[in-house]
């Protein structure tokens, strides 16, 4: 069955120590690979997308991703986290030729320590 | 932010009532989906539709009904509601192809007592 998994469900860091949120896939075929974000109280927001070509993808707000298809991996990285990082960060997956089978992994709540 | 509202935000209803939520799209969008958001589960599918009248399951369909006569609204009804569809609803849209990434509007808290 189709799935994304973020393993770390909870993550504390301090300001300005480098991020790295896990996210692993099972899909077959080309996917399609998302970063959400959800700061408190407010709705989903796209991080970055990667949908081909180049494996390393830059988002807003200084996030980055890389997709590694041996590993079935697309994690989340910043090298420097600020307070207002503070939020639900979501990894999602679809099958290329699919709108509606976007499969969201259970979240990772980060918590940056000023 | 991708003009999508949602209506109510928020709504407390009991157990057995009817219930129907409204999402309304500015974009002309032709995909809009229904989530739902618990603790420890992430967003989970409901039902989608891929244009007008047109619509489809999703991962968690049971007990919800979606209806779109317009492009514009989609609406999420629970036919009778039960206290395990307390949750968090939210509204997606996404454009013209299929793996364009989704837009998601505000959310709605649903409590059902």
């Known amino acids: 069955a189709q799935s994304v998994s973020q393993h770390n469900h909870h993550v504390i860091l301090s300001e300005a120590a480098s991020l790295e949120l896990g996210c692993n896939y099972s899909y077959g075929g080309t996917v399609n690979l998302f970063w959400y974000v959800q700061y408190p109280g407010q709705h989903l927001q796209l991080l970055l997308k990667y949908f081909s070509g180049d494996p390393l993808v830059k988002g807003i707000k200084g996030f980055e991703a890389e997709f590694i298809k041996s590993k079935f991996s697309f994690n989340l990285r910043k090298p420097s986290v600020q307070w207002s990082d503070t939020a639900e960060y979501f990894c999602?997956?679809?099958?290329?030729?699919?709108?509606?089978?976007?499969?969201f992994g259970s979240g990772t709540r980060l918590s940056i320590r000023p | 932010d991708a003009g999508i509202t949602q209506s109510p935000r928020h709504k407390v209803t009991e157990t057995g009532t009817p219930v129907t939520l409204r999402c309304h799209q500015t974009e002309n969008h032709r995909y809009m989906y229904w989530y739902r958001q618990d603790p420890g589960h992430g967003l989970r599918l409901i039902h989608y539709s891929y244009g007008v009248k047109d619509t489809d399951k999703g991962e968690v369909s049971d007990g919800y009904s979606v209806s779109r006569s317009k492009t514009e609204d989609f609406l999420l009804t629970l036919e009778s509601a039960t206290s395990s569809q307390t949750s968090v609803y939210f509204c997606a849209i996404s454009g013209r192809d299929e793996k364009y990434e989704q837009y998601f509007g505000p959310g709605t808290r649903l409590t059902v007592t």
């Open positions: 999602a997956a679809s099958r290329y030729s699919s709108a509606s089978k976007i499969i």
